[in-house]
């Protein structure tokens, strides 16, 4: 038997060097301050055969939205489960906090809308809907059931990270929030447990009407309404900070308050 890679494993390979490239560049000039033939020079590729793999820049959007999330998703099989749904929930917010602030652009890419005239392929929106399935479990197993929840629970992550990501690459200013905000969302509504079955032995989950099923099609609620965003929630873009806003910051690491401030 011959060890020489087959077709379509020597495609997989160089779709592979050509998705790398691309965060590479995006992560050092912005998801749009890069250009196909740039692309082609970091891969050694004429446009002629990169166009084989991806046509157009949108495309290619496509299949690093795609890998993004299965980034995302093969995070959360690797994280282990406590048995406790209030830490397990804490443990997929830390998750989704270092995944979001290790590459801003990713971040951008898959919950910020970042990019004009993009609109990921049902077949990447399904893995972005499986993240939000993912979601809605580990949060229906910590007591919180309800479809308002979940759009509450996902804005606060998005948040987070939002914030973390444009004012504080780096630190931990915002990700050193995450267990604040798991118990203060959860509150007295989480023990630990999940909540009790039905009295059929139905799955609570369903009985208290998450809106999220196996075999749901969620990617309109994904999406959002229309063109407003592909992630787990839409997001119209990083925060700025206005000098002109009320009141003061208060950085809850150091303890001090210090005057908001534009970035």
Request: aromatic share 6%; net charge negative.
């Amino acid at each position: 038997m011959s060890d020489r890679p087959t077709r379509a494993e020597r495609h997989a390979a160089t779709l592979r060097r050509i998705v790398d490239a691309a965060w590479r560049l995006s992560a050092e000039r912005g998801l749009g301050g890069w250009t196909m033939r740039d692309l082609g020079g970091a891969v050694g590729m004429r446009a002629p055969s990169l166009y084989g793999y991806a046509s157009s820049k949108n495309d290619l959007f496509d299949l690093m939205f795609a890998d993004g999330n299965r980034a995302l998703l093969d995070r959360a099989d690797d994280l282990p489960r406590t048995g406790d749904p209030v830490a397990d929930l804490r443990g997929a917010a830390h998750l989704f906090l270092s995944f979001a602030a290790e590459s801003p652009a990713r971040f951008q890419l898959l919950f910020q809308h970042a990019v004009p005239g993009f609109s990921p392929s049902p077949e990447s929106m399904a893995l972005a809907a499986e993240v939000l399935d993912r979601t809605a479990r580990t949060l229906a197993d910590a007591g919180r059931t309800e479809a308002a929840e979940l759009d509450l629970w996902t804005a606060v992550l998005t948040g987070l990270a939002s914030q973390q990501v444009a004012n504080d690459p780096g630190g931990r200013r915002w990700a050193g929030l995450v267990d604040e905000a798991v118990g203060r969302f959860v509150g007295a509504g989480g023990r630990g447990a999940p909540p009790s079955a039905g009295e059929d032995g139905d799955d609570p989950r369903q009985a208290a009407g998450v809106v999220v099923q196996p075999g749901d099609d969620v990617r309109a609620r994904v999406r959002g309404d229309g063109d407003q965003g592909h992630g787990v929630v839409p997001h119209p873009g990083p925060p700025v900070l206005d000098e002109s806003a009320e009141g003061p910051l208060v950085d809850p690491a150091e303890g001090r308050v210090e005057p908001v401030r534009r970035r």
